[in-house]
């Protein structure tokens, strides 16, 4: 099954993935602890998903009975534009909806598995399915779990999305893991404003500014986010932008994460005009859409007063 192996990694690259890596189905032990304490500690916030199904995301055999292999893929999606002051967009959302593209291309290549391999099953994992990417991400060599909690890759960095393929066949596994390269580094602890990397590792997300701006439901964003937004309409790059190893970042090869209308940011008098059905329209197959009307314009709401507020001091 080596050879196999090689073949899948070659038709993954001609896929338009950039690393890939093949490991046997195991149970997570250590990161499915790691993942109870950060349950345990509310750092999930108002993610009460996250609560649920926690052994299932701690071991691929539950998930997908019959699992013996988990093949981890990374697409970079880094392009090299810049922010505007205000209305800022997280760079994952700036292109197609990561879900679909990666979600796209992984099927593909579990066709191109299965027409080689008929007595072959395999399931899809591309952030929606009680699976941890980035423990499987550093399971298989693509890189190590940076301090921000973000898996880094010496190759492009951290602006990488993860996805996963479990299969039901054995084949030979790669076995090196990415060694820890944050060393003593603390950018992304010291550059985040609200404080929300609790300590190496650990993000408490009732803090984090991507959480707030995009998963929390609240009419109302917390105070010590919306004091500290900094521009951010939805999500917050603040510290991968700080990462010295994003000096390595490269232009991605995927058309579709190029920024979408040619925005990386959006004015939030924009955002607080739309309507309903302007708004689907705007952003259909866009990560975007996650914070839903509501959310996105609160978040437009509260740049607005803070720039408001600036003008009157």
């Known amino acids: 099954m080596n050879r196999f192996a090689d073949q899948i990694k070659e038709a993954a690259l001609d896929l338009?993935?950039?690393?890939?890596?093949?490991?046997?189905?195991?149970?997570?032990?250590?990161?499915?602890?790691?993942?109870?304490?950060?349950?345990?500690?509310?750092?999930?916030?108002?993610?009460?998903?996250?609560?649920?199904?926690?052994?299932?995301?701690?071991?691929?055999?539950?998930?997908?009975?019959?699992?013996?292999?988990?093949?981890?893929?990374?697409?970079?999606?880094?392009?090299?534009?810049?922010?505007?002051?205000?209305?800022?967009?997280?760079?994952?959302?700036?292109?197609?909806?990561?879900?679909?593209?990666?979600?796209?291309?992984?099927?593909?290549?579990?066709?191109?598995?299965?027409d080689r391999m008929p007595d072959a099953n395999g399931r899809l994992c591309v952030d929606t399915s009680p699976f941890m990417d980035k423990a499987w991400a550093v399971r298989g060599g693509i890189g190590w779990l940076g301090k921000h909690s973000n898996v880094i890759t010496q190759e492009f960095g951290s602006w990488i999305f993860i996805g996963s393929i479990i299969l039901d066949i054995e084949m030979d596994y790669d076995r090196e893991i990415v060694a820890d390269h944050c060393g003593t580094c603390t950018a992304c602890l010291d550059a985040c404003p609200t404080g929300a990397i609790v300590q190496p590792y650990v993000v408490d997300s009732r803090k984090c500014i991507s959480y707030a701006t995009i998963e929390l439901r609240t009419p109302d964003l917390p105070a010590n986010v919306a004091e500290n937004l900094n521009g951010w309409l939805y999500g917050c790059d603040i510290c991968q932008d700080v990462c010295p190893w994003n000096r390595f970042e490269k232009?991605?090869?995927?058309?579709?994460?190029?920024?979408?209308?040619?925005?990386?940011?959006?004015?939030?008098d924009?955002?607080?005009?739309?309507?309903?059905?302007?708004?689907?329209?705007?952003?259909?197959r866009s990560a975007i859409k996650r914070a839903k009307l509501s959310g996105l314009q609160r978040n437009a709401g509260t740049l607005k007063a803070d720039a408001q507020h600036e003008e009157l001091k």
């Open 270 to 284: 924009l955002v607080l005009s739309l309507t309903p059905e302007n708004y689907a329209a705007r952003f259909r």
């Open 16 to 114: 338009g993935i950039d690393k890939i890596g093949i490991v046997r189905a195991e149970g997570l032990h250590g990161e499915g602890r790691h993942l109870l304490d950060w349950l345990e500690n509310g750092f999930h916030g108002e993610m009460k998903w996250m609560e649920r199904e926690t052994e299932r995301r701690s071991d691929p055999r539950l998930l997908f009975p019959g699992a013996k292999t988990v093949i981890v893929a990374a697409i970079n999606y880094y392009t090299p534009h810049a922010h505007s002051e205000n209305g800022k967009i997280s760079r994952y959302a700036w292109g197609d909806d990561y879900h679909d593209v990666v979600g796209g291309t992984l099927r593909k290549l579990l066709e191109w598995i299965c």
């Open 251 to 268: 232009p991605t090869s995927e058309t579709r994460f190029e920024p979408r209308m040619g925005e990386t940011s959006i004015d939030p």
